[in-house]
């Protein structure tokens, strides 16, 4: 595996590949890997990537204060051994003053998709995370980029960002890969300790009495109401936001569509923890049915 910390030295490793006519994917991540980040290197070979660049970088642009930048866990020791172990080609693990000079002053704004949820509970976060982005690809130039849909509205920010700036790379997203018992794998989960560990599941618990209760047919507030229930059983774990959204939109989710994104945020001790799930709902007319026998 190849390790580069410029843009030059990047440069010119993908245009000798590009050259050969190979397909160049990217995947980029803020490093402390785990097996979520590892299935987005096999989402690249499977997309047909012939080459595979992992970035590591741990983006100060889109922490704000008071957020975790100092403390984020970092070993680039054990990334490097993880990565090369997965066939990785090429790791770009820039100095922060090689991304941001002291001259930089240039920042990518998306609209829309990226206001609810994450975006107004993080003010500036998915500025930081487009902007580092588009930077990405600008340095990288990859045919593919793959992103983990752990982080679905980030998915729709960069997608939107793709879509409006008609930057040349083809979008893959990757399931959220998951512990035994349901946890959504991140690198934050290293903070976690024994019993935080176990009050974490509180989140994937909340996605998935919601998730059934949305497939029965519940309406939007039912379904809402019985995540926070859920979560209420965990005295450890503090609501942030658990929403029934529009996948595309992450707006309130319609009564009448067939697809919800059931999204949430919870704060277990100072660690913030984000996941998950899409459900399918009944048709319209078997809600109706449903209704009626319960009615009857
Ligand atoms: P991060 O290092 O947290 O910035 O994540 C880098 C990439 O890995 C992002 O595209 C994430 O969505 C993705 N990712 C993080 N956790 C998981 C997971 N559990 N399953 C799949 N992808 C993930």
């Excluded at 030295?9 to 097996?35: I, N």
């Excluded at 507030?221 to 595309?248: N, Q, T, W």
């Amino acid at each position: 595996m190849i390790v580069v910390r410029t843009v030059d030295e990047l440069r010119q490793v993908v245009s000798g590949w590009k050259a050969a006519g190979e397909t160049v994917a990217l995947v980029p991540t803020m490093g402390y890997l785990h097996r979520g980040h590892l299935s987005l290197i096999t989402e690249a070979r499977r997309a047909g990537a012939a080459r595979v660049i992992v970035s590591i970088f741990v983006n100060p642009k889109q922490f704000g204060p008071g957020e975790d930048l100092e403390r984020y866990p970092r070993n680039e020791a054990r990334d490097r051994r993880l990565l090369e172990e997965n066939g990785v080609d090429l790791l770009f693990a820039p100095e922060t003053g090689t991304v941001y000079p002291s001259s930089h002053g240039a920042e990518v704004r998306v609209s829309g998709v990226s206001e609810p949820l994450e975006g107004s509970r993080r003010p500036g976060h998915f500025d930081g995370v487009v902007t580092v982005v588009l930077k990405l690809f600008n340095m990288a130039q990859p045919d593919i980029a793959v992103f983990g849909r752990k982080d679905a509205q980030q998915c729709a920010v960069v997608q939107q960002m793709v879509e409006d700036l008609n930057v040349p790379v083809r979008l893959v997203f990757g399931e959220t890969i998951r512990e035994a018992d349901g946890l959504a794998m991140s690198s934050r989960n290293s903070y976690l300790d024994r019993e935080g560990r176990e009050t974490a599941l509180a989140l994937i618990h909340a996605l998935r009495r919601g998730a059934a209760a949305a497939e029965a047919g519940a309406d939007r507030r039912s379904v809402e109401r019985s995540m926070s229930e859920e979560l209420e059983k965990y005295p450890g774990a503090k609501l942030d936001y658990l929403r029934a959204v529009d996948p595309r939109t992450f707006l309130p989710a319609a009564a009448a569509s067939d697809e919800w994104l059931l999204a949430g945020a919870i704060r277990v001790g100072t660690t913030r923890l984000i996941d998950n799930l899409i459900v399918r709902r009944p048709s319209r007319k078997a809600r109706e049915e449903g209704n009626l026998s319960a009615v009857g």
